[in-house]
């Protein structure tokens, strides 16, 4: 189920993590809802999006680079910043299509990556389907320097914590 992953209409980094999530979570859930009218589901959309801050203090927003160019763009972009990492977790109950959604907010320190570190990394090519161009969990963790607030499965793409409990205000029975 494809979504608009398209971030030119948003200036908020929580906003659009959170609207995407929505999004995501809605177009799985409807086919689920067609298919079981009469069963509950619950269904978890996540998106996750990296800011920056440009020279004026706006968010730049980053979201999954579309070829290598970018990708090498958006990491010289993000060596030697603190920046942010935003997923947004969306949980709808099926078949009323109830939600509960909510952000996790990590800010990431990166050191000065080097010309060719970036040219390396593009080739290994982790960077595809990753917001920001880069991935915590593969070989850009050598980058991170320090995580604050969040927590590292935030950066990597799924608040775990935070999932667990919007599943549990869904009313979603426990994990066995």
Same mark, same amino acid.
């Given at each position: 189920?494809?979504? @608009?992953?398209?971030? +030119?209409?948003?200036? +908020?980094?929580?906003?659009?993590?959170? /609207?995407?999530?929505?999004?995501?979570?809605?177009?799985?859930?409807?086919? #689920?809802?067609? =298919?079981?009218?009469? /069963?509950?589901?619950?269904?978890? *959309?996540? +998106?996750? &999006?990296?800011?920056?801050?440009? #020279?004026?203090?706006?968010?730049?927003?980053?979201?999954?680079?579309? $070829?290598?160019?970018?990708?090498?763009?958006?990491?010289?972009?993000?060596? !030697?910043?603190?920046?942010?990492?935003?997923?947004?977790?969306?949980? %709808? =109950?099926?078949? $009323?299509?109830?939600?509960?959604?909510?952000?996790? #907010? !990590?800010?990431?320190?990166?050191?000065? &990556? #080097?010309?060719? /570190?970036?040219?390396?990394?593009?080739?290994?090519?982790?960077?595809? @389907?990753?917001?920001?161009?880069?991935?915590?969990?593969?070989?850009?963790?050598?980058?991170?320097?320090?995580?604050? /607030? *969040?927590?590292?499965?935030? %950066?990597? *793409?799924?608040?775990?914590?935070?999932?667990?409990?919007?599943?549990?205000?869904?009313?979603?029975?426990?994990?066995?």
């Amino acid at each position: 189920m494809p979504v @608009d992953e398209n971030l +030119d209409l948003f200036a +908020d980094p929580a906003q659009a993590a959170l /609207e995407l999530a929505t999004r995501k979570a809605l177009a799985a859930a409807r086919p #689920r809802a067609e =298919r079981s009218p009469r /069963e509950a589901w619950w269904v978890i *959309g996540a +998106d996750t &999006i990296v800011a920056v801050a440009d #020279r004026s203090g706006a968010w730049r927003l980053l979201g999954k680079p579309a $070829d290598g160019a970018e990708a090498a763009a958006m990491l010289r972009s993000l060596s !030697t910043t603190r920046h942010q990492v935003v997923t947004g977790v969306c949980v %709808v =109950r099926t078949p $009323d299509f109830v939600r509960h959604a909510a952000v996790e #907010r !990590t800010w990431v320190t990166m050191r000065a &990556i #080097r010309a060719e /570190e970036v040219d390396a990394y593009v080739r290994s090519e982790e960077w595809r @389907d990753k917001a920001g161009g880069y991935a915590i969990q593969e070989h850009a963790d050598c980058f991170v320097t320090r995580l604050e /607030e *969040g927590g590292y499965d935030n %950066v990597v *793409g799924l608040p775990v914590a935070l999932t667990l409990r919007l599943l549990r205000e869904s009313g979603a029975p426990p994990p066995h």
